[in-house]
């Protein structure tokens, strides 16, 4: 599968698209092969079974279906289609992968074209008139048994299911008109396809924004007039549904009822063309295009729309509102930010009423913040942040101008030494974002513990000045070098 | 008692001065991811309810396209909105204001990301454009927006096309779209993925027939149609008997005219059924529609590679006579 881009406007068409892995029951083994044969390691078996869609489509598989849903216009020229978003969707299983419906019979004067290669799909898109005045396919209205809708038992054999009996959604055809409607073995084939697109330019849609897609086409033109019902149905093993070709003049058709597994459906109706019609072409010419505001009664040419306002006093006043969508180019307002709405209210100078627009702009923005609680937590991390950083900053100018007059006093040899291990405090405790405070080094309540002051300990303890000055800085207590500094445990003494 | 540190006075003082007190560089007063997020997909109007975008059912009538200019002060009011909450005082309003050019510059140049984060392919990194362009878009109401989901929307200026900043439905039946610039020129198309397959003709007595098509999907010049059989059991169900008119192509194609697409599969098969998507083209000359050029290749068949022509499209096929753009 060759994965390249796709250009805007180009489209690629392939056959098919066949799963990496087909849906079945697998082994995964595991084995180890070890140089040494006398320390054996066992082999692990692990079973998954891989199952896609089988007799139920979720909705949000079908990306698109045309004609849309529900919509009157001019289809009759077009065969219905179903789009899936999962590419791999209709070569997933086989109609037939026992061959038991035979190759059409060749037809002597006719050439025959190329034969088809790959996998007959399981999918078919059926298309039935389901009018008032004509129906051809009954929906039946609650799921049933699928050996209510399989009834060959030869078939339920191949579908390999074990004897479970899913409930199934399914339709009631006539077994003569389906055999005229249904397409041959061949045809189913020829009516899926799979594309890749370009999507860069595309509305949003969650899931699907690869480019490729899976087409199940009808084989079938919408007669005019009529409501149509087309339905998206399981051929899986079929063979009592689908032949090697559409019936000929003179053939017999089957009687009784027909059941077939119903994965999607929708309604349309094929009207004659008209303006305004259901088509994509007649819609988007019919479309009344033009600027915002323009031809609007209750709108000024400014785009402004009166609105009334009850303001916080009580009073209802006339005041003037537009939207962000305006049809002339405005110019940016440089006098931002704004801190409240109310600073955003300004007075319209031709009629005297306040236009309340970008205070409207203000509070919508408000509420939507406030709505969101992680949001919220955000701006508060954010403002923290910042103050906290504002406040690393500050404590960092002040450690810098602090440090000269902590060692000013040269003779203090206890404050001297306590510059180095004080100044890695106060960056350990403004890196932990403690603050501000009014002694931000400690450096004075150090200094004025009475234990830490020398001619108080020397007085207590009946010792020479000198000598309390070494028990505290740990330096000689004559005039000797300046003091080493003492290590935080020192300081503990 | 303690010495304060910094006084009253001084701190308001300070505050004033420098309002923000650390600089908008410094990495710990970035705003958050999600935040940050969150005020760029508002910037494009993400999230405002529908009232504020229209207050008036007139101004965006059913089955009209409106253009417009979005109103940037507009949406500059409603991010002050958001960075309103939790604002309590004149802490957070210096910090706002400190804060608020480098958290613009960088709004302006994540608007342009927004749209690959929607669709889930990058994500929300600055685009290093900060120039703030002028929006513009346009607003639909339409059945094509429920009809045609993920329809196509290009904008053009002097031939070169604006950047897609947005294109999201509102509601089953509303779309907004907003270029980065002003276009001249504004395309609406049917989405690729819903190319129609079909036939022509049919009328009263008249039989159907398909044109041909080259491999690139363009009609072929001249040509003879391709008669289309339906069942003959009941010509009144219109079911078509492809599979015949497989073998008319087929035959055609390898034995007449080496021009048509080899009939290897679905695929080959499918080009003779297309019909050229619909283009409403909205610019300052008028509006002009026409089918649009799509590109059709075919992909490697199962069988062999088929033919991958790289070609200009249906238009020429729609618009006989017309020149290949």
Same mark, same amino acid.
């Given at each position: 599968m060759t994965d390249r881009n796709v250009a805007p406007g180009e489209m690629r068409?392939?056959?098919?698209?066949?799963?990496?892995?087909?849906? #079945?029951?697998?082994?995964?083994?595991?084995? $180890?092969?070890?140089? =040494? /044969?006398?320390?054996?390691?066992?082999?692990?078996?692990?079973?998954?079974?891989?199952?896609?869609?089988?007799?139920?489509?979720?909705? $949000?598989?079908?990306?698109?279906?045309?004609? /849309? =849903?529900?919509?009157?216009?001019? +289809?009759?020229?077009?065969?219905?289609?179903?789009?899936l978003?999962?590419?791999?969707?209709?070569?997933?299983?086989?109609?037939?992968?026992?061959?038991?419906?035979?190759?059409?019979?060749?037809?002597?004067? #006719?050439?025959?074209?190329?034969?088809?290669?790959?996998?007959?799909?399981?999918?078919?898109?059926?298309? +039935?008139?389901? #009018?008032?005045?004509?129906?051809?396919?009954?929906?039946?209205?609650q799921p049933v048994p699928l050996s209510s809708v399989v009834t060959d038992p030869e078939i339920r054999a191949r579908l390999r299911l074990g004897g479970a009996d899913p409930q199934v959604e399914a339709i009631e055809v006539g077994a003569g008109l389906l055999r005229q409607v249904a397409p041959s073995k061949q045809e189913v084939q020829l009516c899926c396809h799979a594309r890749q697109v370009n999507v860069d330019d595309r509305e949003l849609a969650a899931g699907d924004s690869d480019g490729w897609f899976a087409v199940v086409m009808a084989n079938r033109l919408p007669t005019p007039g009529v409501r149509h019902r087309a339905c998206l149905v399981s051929l899986e093993q079929r063979s009592d549904v689908v032949f090697p070709a559409g019936p000929r003049p003179g053939d017999t058709l089957p009687s009784g009822t027909r059941r077939l597994v119903l994965l999607h459906t929708w309604t349309f109706t094929a009207a004659p063309?008209?303006?305004?019609?259901?088509?994509?072409?007649?819609?988007?010419?019919?479309? #009344?295009?033009?600027?915002?505001?323009?031809?609007?009664?209750?709108? $000024?040419?400014?785009?402004?729309?009166?609105? $009334?306002?009850?303001?916080r006093s009580g009073t209802s006043q006339a005041v003037w509102y537009r939207g962000p969508l305006v049809a002339r180019p405005v110019a940016r307002d440089p006098l931002g930010p704004y801190h409240s709405a109310d600073q955003a209210r300004r007075v319209s100078p031709e009629t005297g009423a306040e236009d309340i627009s970008y205070a409207a702009a203000f509070e919508v923005g408000r509420l939507l913040g406030a709505a969101d609680g992680r949001l919220a937590q955000d701006l508060m991390a954010w403002r923290r942040e910042a103050y906290q950083e504002a406040g690393r900053r500050s404590v960092a100018e002040q450690v810098w101008s602090d440090v000269p007059v902590l060692a000013t006093p040269q003779e203090d040899a206890v404050a001297d030494g306590l510059v180095a291990p004080l100044s890695l405090a106060m960056f350990a405790r403004a890196g932990a974002g403690a603050g501000t405070s009014a002694d931000l080094t400690m450096a004075r309540t150090v200094r004025s513990a009475p234990g830490l002051d020398p001619g108080r300990l020397a007085a207590a303890w009946n010792l020479s000045v000198g000598d309390a000055h070494q028990l505290l800085s740990g330096a000689e207590p004559t005039d000797g070098p300046a003091p080493a500094a003492p290590t935080p445990e020192e300081n503990d003494r | 008692m303690r010495d304060p540190w910094i006084s009253e006075d001084g701190a308001l003082r300070e505050r004033m001065s420098d309002p923000a007190q650390a600089t908008a560089a410094d990495p710990g007063t970035r705003l958050p991811a999600y935040?940050?997020?969150? @005020?760029?997909? @508002? &910037?494009? @109007?993400?999230?405002?309810?529908? !009232?504020? @975008?229209?207050? %008036?059912?007139?101004?965006?009538? %059913? !089955?009209?396209?409106?253009?417009?200019?979005? %109103?940037?002060?507009?949406?500059?009011?409603a991010v002050d909105g958001v960075l309103a909450v939790g604002k309590v005082g004149s802490r957070e309003q210096a910090h706002h204001h400190a804060a608020a050019p480098a958290l613009d510059a960088l709004l302006d140049s994540l608007e342009p990301a927004v749209r690959p984060v929607q669709r889930g392919l990058l994500p929300l990194a600055p685009t290093g454009d900060t120039s703030g362009p002028e929006i513009s878009g346009f607003l639909l109401r339409s059945a094509l927006v429920a009809g045609w989901p993920h329809l196509d929307a290009r904008a053009w200026r002097e031939s070169v096309k604006l950047t897609l900043l947005r294109l999201e439905r509102l509601s089953a039946s509303v779309l907004i779209a907003l270029f980065a610039g002003v276009p001249d020129r504004v395309e609406l198309e049917e989405p690729h993925h819903g190319v129609q397959l079909g036939v022509t003709g049919g009328g009263p007595g008249a039989a159907f027939t398909v044109d041909p098509r080259t491999p690139d999907g363009v009609r072929q010049q001249p040509a003879v149609p391709f008669p289309v059989a339906v069942r003959a059991t009941d010509p009144s169900l219109r079911v078509v008997e492809l599979a015949d008119l497989r073998r008319i192509v087929s035959y055609r194609a390898d034995l007449d005219d080496p021009s048509l697409p080899?009939?290897?599969?679905?695929?080959?098969?499918?080009?003779?059924?297309?019909?050229?998507?619909?283009?409403?083209?909205?610019?300052?000359?008028?509006?002009?529609?026409?089918?649009?050029?799509? &590109?059709?290749?075919?992909?490697?068949?199962?069988?062999?590679?088929?033919?991958?022509?790289?070609?200009?499209?249906?238009?020429?096929?729609?618009?006989?006579?017309?020149?290949?753009?």
């Open positions: 068409l392939y056959d098919e698209v066949r799963p990496a892995l087909p849906n #079945d029951l697998y082994r995964l083994r595991a084995s $180890t092969t070890l140089s =040494r /044969p006398d320390l054996a390691v066992g082999t692990v078996d692990a079973y998954f079974s891989l199952e896609g869609p089988r007799f139920a489509l979720p909705a $949000t598989e079908v990306v698109a279906v045309h004609p /849309p =849903r529900n919509a009157q216009g001019s +289809f009759d020229e077009v065969f219905p289609h179903l789009v978003g999962r590419r791999t969707l209709p070569w997933e299983r086989e109609l037939d992968p026992d061959g038991i419906i035979p190759p059409p019979l060749a037809e002597v004067p #006719d050439p025959e074209p190329r034969p088809l290669t790959g996998g007959v799909p399981w999918l078919a898109l059926l298309l +039935f008139v389901d #009018d008032p005045t004509r129906q051809e396919v009954t929906v039946l209205p063309a008209r303006p305004g019609g259901g088509s994509f072409r007649e819609l988007a010419e019919a479309l #009344d295009s033009g600027l915002m505001g323009a031809g609007t009664p209750n709108v $000024t040419d400014t785009g402004h729309r009166a609105l $009334t306002l009850q303001d | 935040a940050t997020a969150f @005020l760029a997909h @508002l &910037r494009l @109007l993400v999230g405002v309810p529908f !009232e504020y @975008l229209v207050p %008036d059912t007139e101004l965006l009538p %059913d !089955e009209s396209i409106r253009f417009f200019h979005l %109103d940037r002060s507009w949406t500059d009011r080899v009939q290897t599969g679905s695929a080959a098969f499918t080009i003779q059924l297309l019909r050229p998507p619909w283009k409403e083209v909205f610019s300052d000359e008028g509006r002009a529609a026409r089918p649009g050029p799509v &590109r059709v290749s075919l992909g490697p068949a199962v069988a062999e590679l088929a033919a991958e022509v790289d070609a200009d499209g249906l238009l020429a096929a729609a618009d006989p006579g017309a020149e290949r753009p």
